[in-house]
């Protein structure tokens, strides 16, 4: 018997939603609610439709920011009230927030501050984090999926979730389609590595990225490899402004998903030696495009993502960090800056050391560099990165729900 499951995705978010609710397994209708700052599929719109929909659309996303700013102030996570519809009818709610509903409701998590709109120090506060906990051990909850082992593993932690109740939790992990490389002639290797803008500091995520490690690896080893490129996406600090000196480096702010799609198809070696991070989807964007992955073993999802010496290298690093939010298990972190001050001043001898050794290995090897790429690529096109184990895990988990 089909089930309909009613997607109630609350901004915009990863491509990977949409292949999520796009292509569901054979026995769920997917419906999609088109909500406060969500994108439309609809193929055909007249520009006077399109005028009055940009004009709402603004303003529910200012709704949605008033909406936020106060459960943010009375330090309260997001919570979504889903009133009966008589124009549709479905069996479950599908949401990245929590949601009170008479219908049973699956909540998808990549990470924890999700559900409190990325304000991660209410993740310090002892009645948030027990509200969550009362949502997610209700009986209208039927299962918390995450992105991960290791996302999964930090929420029962940081909720402190009793065994008997961890059977809820469950890993699925996103999936996306196997991409095909551009055919290229030269003798380049090309070198990609992608950052981004943290919100309360752009120097943070070069530091928290690994920025800094894949400069200096670049610097010493395009010393002696002439053929060597790079293409850097993210924010550069004043102190390390030199290396946009570096011979053959494109340098980016910012891509479009178009853009970067294209540099993949065009890359060699992908790096990303992050220190901690959220999940890291584009691991698994990277292994679609059949590229291997250069990564540091950190304490969240590379050593899950990348098996070393099948699919890249996970090197060891002098220090493991935990994501700044879950950072008060750690008695040294007391706060955002501190935890910021010692990436910037965290001196990784043995990480650079390590991550130059693996990366001149991939150089003067191609064909290591084509078999681990290969190896990637079948985990996202026939294993657990690919829609037909996904679906599978998730035929199985509607089913099992009563």
């Not at 709704?63 to 919570?79: A, C, D, Q, T, V």
């Not at 009966?84 to 009818?89: H, K, Q, T, V, Y």
């Not at 029962?156 to 196997?178: M, R």
Request: some cysteine; charged content about 25%.
């Amino acid at each position: 018997m089909n089930k309909k499951v009613l997607y109630f995705i609350y901004k915009d978010r990863h491509p990977a939603f949409r292949l999520l609710y796009e292509k569901p397994p054979i026995n769920i209708k997917n419906i999609f609610k088109e909500n406060i700052n969500d994108i439309s599929f609809e193929s055909k719109t007249s520009e006077n439709q399109f005028s009055k929909r940009s004009s709402l659309k603004n303003l529910k996303i200012t709704i949605k920011n008033l909406f936020s700013g106060l459960f943010n102030l009375l330090k309260l996570p997001i919570i979504i009230p889903v009133l009966p519809s008589r124009r549709i009818s479905y069996d479950y709610i599908f949401s990245d927030k929590l949601v009170v509903s008479k219908k049973p409701f699956i909540c998808y998590v990549d990470y924890i501050g999700n559900l409190v709109n990325w304000n991660d120090l209410l993740l310090k506060s002892t009645l948030c984090l027990s509200i969550i906990k009362k949502f997610f051990l209700s009986k209208r909850c039927k299962y918390v999926f995450n992105w991960s082992k290791s996302a999964k593993n930090q929420l029962i932690q940081v909720l402190n979730i009793p065994k008997s109740k961890q059977h809820k939790f469950k890993t699925i992990y996103p999936s996306i389609e196997g991409k095909v490389k551009s055919v290229r002639n030269d003798n380049l290797v090309r070198l990609l590595f992608i950052s981004s803008v943290a919100k309360f500091d752009k120097n943070f995520n070069f530091y928290m990225k690994g920025g800094k490690l894949v400069l200096q690896s670049y610097e010493k080893l395009k010393s002696k490899y002439n053929n060597l490129q790079l293409t850097y996406i993210g924010y550069i600090p004043e102190e390390y402004k030199h290396f946009e000196q570096l011979p053959d480096v494109d340098f980016y702010p910012r891509v479009s998903y178009a853009h970067l799609m294209e540099l993949y198809s065009n890359t060699d070696i992908f790096l990303f030696p992050t220190y901690a991070d959220v999940f890291g989807f584009t691991f698994i964007e990277a292994m679609a495009y059949g590229l291997p992955i250069i990564c540091i073993n950190n304490n969240s999802t590379a050593p899950e993502l990348v098996i070393d010496n099948k699919t890249g290298f996970v090197v060891e690093t002098s220090q493991k960090f935990l994501y700044f939010p879950l950072s008060k298990y750690c008695p040294d972190w007391i706060s955002k800056m501190r935890y910021y001050d010692n990436l910037r001043n965290y001196d990784d001898s043995r990480g650079l050391n390590n991550f130059i050794e693996k990366l001149e290995l991939l150089i003067v090897n191609k064909e290591l560099r084509e078999e681990l790429g290969r190896n990637g690529r079948e985990r996202v096109v026939n294993g657990i990165f690919s829609l037909e184990y996904r679906n599978k895990k998730l035929f199985n988990l509607f089913n099992n729900s009563n």
